[in-house]
């Protein structure tokens, strides 16, 4: 004998059929169909693709000509970058820049960004300090960093310390052991490896933050070098 279905299984099945069609007619992900850096820039700022958008002032998405030779990759914005919303503005962005003036290496021609677009920090008193974000924060923003080298085409990319280098390189690089070495992804790209900045602005000995300085003026005198060759 037939029988007819219940009310409520009828509901689920078309509770079921809605969402399979609501899914089928979904938009496409942000910045999906961005069509340049300027337009993945724009997407990006209404980026949730992890929680650290909650508490960050804003995103900070890279900055450079679409056109650059090579990428810079850094860990994260720091309380300056993400106040500004430009990467590399705060201290270390300032030894930075400092350097690559030594090594004669023209920011404007570069394209600067981090592997994660949002400030992760802990609050201390009117404070904010920054704290190092994890993997599956990296992962959840290299979906962006993608983006950014699919229309910039690099012929080389910088990874300044272990967050950048495990966001480009899909793992986790051991950088003081791997300092100064170029690694080539599957894709062509080359990926040489040295440390952030950050560091030498947290050496205290005067002697030693010097050296620190020289040693990393010479991984950028030989990302010059690969730029050129």
């Given at each position: 004998m037939a029988t007819t279905p219940s009310t409520t299984a009828l509901q689920r099945e078309a509770r079921r059929t809605a969402r399979r069609i609501h899914a089928s007619e979904?938009?496409?992900?942000?910045?999906?169909?961005?069509?340049?850096?300027?337009?993945?820039?724009?997407?990006a700022k209404a980026c949730r693709r992890c929680p650290l958008w909650h508490d960050a002032?804003?995103?900070?998405?890279g900055e450079g000509p679409e056109t650059a030779d090579v990428i810079f990759v850094?860990?994260?914005?720091?309380?300056?970058?993400?106040?500004?919303?430009?990467?590399?503005?705060?201290?270390?962005?300032?030894?930075?820049?400092?350097?690559?003036?030594?090594?004669?290496?023209?920011?404007?021609?570069?394209?600067?960004?981090?592997?994660?677009?949002?400030?992760?920090?802990?609050?201390?008193?009117?404070?904010?300090?920054?704290?190092?974000?994890?993997?599956g924060e990296i992962q959840a923003c290299r979906w962006w960093l993608d983006k950014e080298l699919d229309f910039i085409k690099p012929n080389l990319a910088v990874?300044?310390?272990?967050?950048?280098?495990?966001?480009?390189?899909?793992?986790?690089?051991?950088?003081?052991k791997r300092r100064g070495d170029v690694i080539e992804r599957s894709d062509g790209l080359r990926v040489f490896i040295t440390i952030h900045p950050s560091l030498i602005l947290r050496i205290r000995e005067p002697e030693d933050k010097a050296a620190e300085r020289d040693r990393f003026l010479k991984d950028m005198r030989k990302v010059k070098q690969l730029m050129a060759a």
């Open positions: 979904a938009e496409p992900a942000l910045g999906e169909n961005a069509a340049s850096i300027g337009e993945a820039r724009e997407a002032t804003q995103t900070v998405f850094g860990e994260q914005p720091g309380d300056q970058e993400d106040l500004a919303g430009k990467p590399f503005v705060g201290p270390a962005g300032r030894i930075f820049d400092s350097i690559l003036d030594d090594a004669e290496v023209d920011r404007r021609k570069v394209y600067v960004t981090n592997a994660v677009k949002h400030f992760k920090f802990e609050p201390r008193g009117k404070r904010r300090i920054h704290s190092k974000p994890n993997a990874a300044l310390g272990a967050t950048a280098a495990q966001s480009l390189l899909g793992k986790a690089v051991p950088v003081l």
